[in-house]
Each structure stands twice: as C-alpha cells, then as structure tokens.
C-alpha cells in the first residue's frame, strides 16, 4: 500500500513521500497562480486551482491568498465564499456544502502528527477528513481540526477553535469551541 493509500484510508502514513511531495507541488503551482493573478483574470478561482479541486463549482469564491496542501481532497458546493487567507491543510477529505461562507483566516487542518516525537520527526501522520455542512458560516480566524463536522446552518464564532462536531444549526465559539445558548 503507497503512503498515499495509507492518507487517504486514513491510516497511519509517511508524508515525506516523494509521491506526495509531487502532488504537493502541484498545489503550490496551483495556489501561486491564484494568489498572483490579477483578479480580474482570475475570477472566482484560477483555472489551475479549480482543475485541482475534487469539486469546484464555477460559482464557488475563493479570495486571495489562499493556501492548500493538495487540493486534490477538497469538494466546494455550489456558492461557497472563502474570505482572505483561508488555509486548508487537505491531507484528509475536506467537503464544504452549499452557501456556506469562511471568513478570513479560517484554517482548517486534517493532518493529526504522531505523538511519539521519534515517529513525528519521521513524518508519521494521519489525515482525518472535515465535514462543513450547508449554509455554515465559520466567523474570521477560526480553526477547525481533522476528524470534525459541522452540521447544517451552524455558526462558528470568530477565533473558536472546533475540536468536536457541531450539531445543525448550533452556534459554537471559544477554545475549545462549545455550544452558545
């Protein structure tokens, strides 16, 4: 089984592969065509990144900057907007439903390193998948980590750090992320 197989099963796997360096690379390209172009050229996502996507509607908006480990693991739905310096660390499926909205600096990261620092140093990790539902807004500068979904018309406040799903139509926020009544 290549390292590859072992992130996408989400089993324990090497990221210094010389496989996943190449697609890694390629997202680079991709994400420094979109963070260069002039917007007027590059719409709503430069052409590279949008072919690099596991799904990227035409009408989905992605702001520059813009950051992404492969790409190749993101799904967007049809009208989802990610503010300025979005950062999606995608070693595991990131799927984004429909209308949901990210604002700047939301970062969301799959990859989970290994706790023994003999096995970190040696680039043991493993990709969790995220899951944002429909009609999602995550406020400015909120983390979300591998492994969380958040269900359909939540609210993620500003800052809050989501170790745990998030029930539809819930609002979360502090760190740890909790329910807001």
């Not at 963070?35 to 990227?56: I, Q, S, V, Y």
């Amino acid at each position: 089984m290549s390292e590859r197989d072992k992130m996408t099963a989400g089993e324990w796997y090497c990221c210094l592969d010389g496989e996943l360096e190449g697609l890694r690379q390629l997202a680079r390209r991709a994400v420094h065509q979109h963070n260069t172009m002039p917007p007027d050229e590059r719409g709503n996502m430069a052409p590279a990144l949008a072919l690099l996507f596991a799904k990227a509607p035409a009408d989905a908006f992605i702001e520059a900057p813009f950051h992404c480990s492969y790409g190749v693991n993101i799904a967007l739905g049809s009208r989802v907007y990610l503010n300025a310096g979005c950062t999606i660390l995608d070693s595991g499926t990131v799927a984004i439903g429909e209308r949901s909205m990210l604002g700047p600096g939301v970062h969301i990261y799959c990859a989970e390193h290994h706790k023994d620092a003999a096995l970190r140093k040696a680039g043991i990790e493993m990709a969790r998948p995220v899951s944002i539902g429909e009609d999602v807004w995550i406020g400015g500068g909120a983390t979300i980590l591998g492994g969380v979904s958040i269900g359909d018309g939540a609210i993620v406040g500003a800052g809050a750090v989501v170790t745990k799903d998030v029930p539809s139509g819930a609002t979360v926020v502090g760190n740890p992320a909790r329910i807001h009544k």
